[in-house]
């Protein structure tokens, strides 16, 4: 007999198992309440973290000021910008056009230190032949070499070393002017040997004396020169190679040289310097009259000093080019401190100082003083003039860092091997021009940075 499966038909048992049915329905329900509601709350906290602005970066890089006469320029890193406080959502549109404060975006590159610096020049007198004679230190035999291994150090940010690949790149199917005296062309020396390094430069012209010359560098299709114009003002001089004079200058206030004012328009950058031969001994023509003199003793001449045609010469040069109708980049560069003691060039003066001033133990001489300050008024007033009319004029003050480094010069060895016969000879020192290499190379560096 097979057993039928039974099932339970009884109402109260139906009635208790609908009961907890029920119960289990309404559980399931305020669960899936609950959890949208979670979900939900979820989504609008996660909303709310995508509306907030994005954190501005701490080291991007604003436009730095025009450059003052402070010689102001921008830093080569920004890494020390101080971060920005993130605009909350509320003001976010109203400061949508703010833009924030770099702390590093300004420096100035000429106040600082000469610090050691271990690295090897950039070129040797082996690598570069473009040295003068009287600038070759290590071949004329200076012993030292410590003055090698000093760089200029601006205190407030970094200076980059000159990066001669990149500036020729930058230089493709340019032109490029020193204009002045013997430091220009001293300058343009050090520019070529670091140059020398990534392309050799070959030579196009050069003037009678070899003091004027142009290079050009074929594979960047860049041409380099050195205009020499030691008063940027027509001159009649009547000197020979070795400084000794056999009348005294005449120099023409009111009309500039024409050996740099022709080729002008040639240069898309210029640096242009007065100097030293200001405080020659000088007849000063205005009008095509003698208007007076500078140190000329006997002469029966109204002396009217140097600083008054150095003025005159700076004005009329900086008018020209701010008025010229080229946009040329110009820099001016500052004068350069001699570092004779114990006498002058003619008089047996020496300079064999062997490390670098600190601030504050050398004192720039009266004359420097005034062409420094005649070049900052001159350039003020020009400055503003240039940035309407499209020409870019910058300050390159040298002066002060060159101040603090006496032991860079030539001094005896201006000759070749001048102690080999007697180690007691008398020679004549050279304590103005700059060995190569030397701390000049720092002005190209400042240069580059300048011009970046």
């Known amino acids: 007999m ?7 038909l009884n109402p109260s048992s ?15 329900l305020l669960l899936g309440l609950a959890f949208r509601l979670f979900v939900s709350d979820s989504i609008r906290f996660s909303s709310s973290v995508v509306e907030t602005p994005p954190i501005v970066e701490t080291n991007t890089i604003t436009e730095s000021p025009p450059l003052s006469s ?57 690598s570069c032949h473009a040295i003068e004679d009287h600038q070759n230190c290590m071949k004329n035999g200076r012993p030292d070499s410590g003055y090698l291994y000093w760089r200029w150090n601006p205190r407030d940010c970094e200076l980059p070393r000159f990066d001669p690949e990149k500036f020729l790149d930058f230089m493709r199917n340019k032109s490029w002017a020193f204009i002045g005296d013997s430091i220009s062309r001293n300058h343009v020396q050090s520019l070529l040997c670091i140059l020398s390094q990534v392309e050799q430069a070959i030579e196009v012209y050069h003037d009678e004396e070899y003091r004027s010359k142009r290079w050009h560098f074929p594979s960047h299709n860049f041409t380099l020169s050195v205009v020499w114009t030691p008063f940027l003002l ?53 009008n095509n009259t003698v208007a007076g003199c500078h140190y000329c003793p006997g002469k029966n001449l109204t002396e009217l000093g140097f600083d008054y045609a150095y003025r005159k010469a700076l004005k009329s040069v900086l008018n020209f080019m701010t008025n010229s109708g080229h946009k040329a980049f110009i820099f001016l560069r500052t004068t350069t401190p001699d570092h004779f003691e114990n006498g002058e060039w003619f008089s047996g003066g ?26 900052l008024e001159e350039y003020e007033k020009t400055a503003s003039i240039g940035a309407e009319n499209g020409v870019i004029l910058k ?56 011009v970046n």
């Open 2 to 8: 097979v057993k039928e499966m039974r099932i339970d």
């Open 395 to 450: 300050l390159l003050d040298t002066t002060r860092l060159s101040l603090l480094m006496p032991d860079g010069h030539p001094g005896p060895y201006r000759q070749y091997q001048p102690f080999a016969k007697d180690k007691n000879a008398k020679v004549q020192n050279d304590c103005l021009h700059w060995c190569l290499p030397g701390p000049i190379d720092s002005w190209n560096d400042l240069l580059m940075e300048m």
């Open 350 to 375: 020496t300079c064999n100082r062997t490390a670098p001033f600190k601030e504050g133990e050398v004192d720039m001489k009266d004359v420097d003083i005034v062409m420094r300050d005649i070049e």
């Open 70 to 126: 402070s010689a102001s320029s921008s830093s080569s890193s920004s890494s020390s910008s101080l971060p920005v406080q993130v605009p909350s959502s509320g003001n976010l549109l109203a400061n949508e056009s703010q833009t924030f404060p770099n702390v590093a975006a300004e420096c100035d590159l000429f106040t600082g230190d000469w610090i050691p610096d271990p690295s090897a020049p950039a070129y040797t007198n082996a």
């Open 14 to 28: 139906l009635h208790k198992r609908h009961h907890v049915f029920v119960k289990f329905a309404v559980s399931f």
């Open 234 to 286: 027509k001159a009649d001089i009547y000197e020979d190679i070795n400084g000794v004079s056999s009348s005294e200058i005449q120099l023409h206030l009111d009309k500039l040289d024409e050996t740099w004012t022709e080729q002008y328009k040639n240069f898309d950058y210029a640096v242009i310097a007065g100097g030293k031969w200001f405080l020659k001994t000088a007849i000063y023509h205005e």
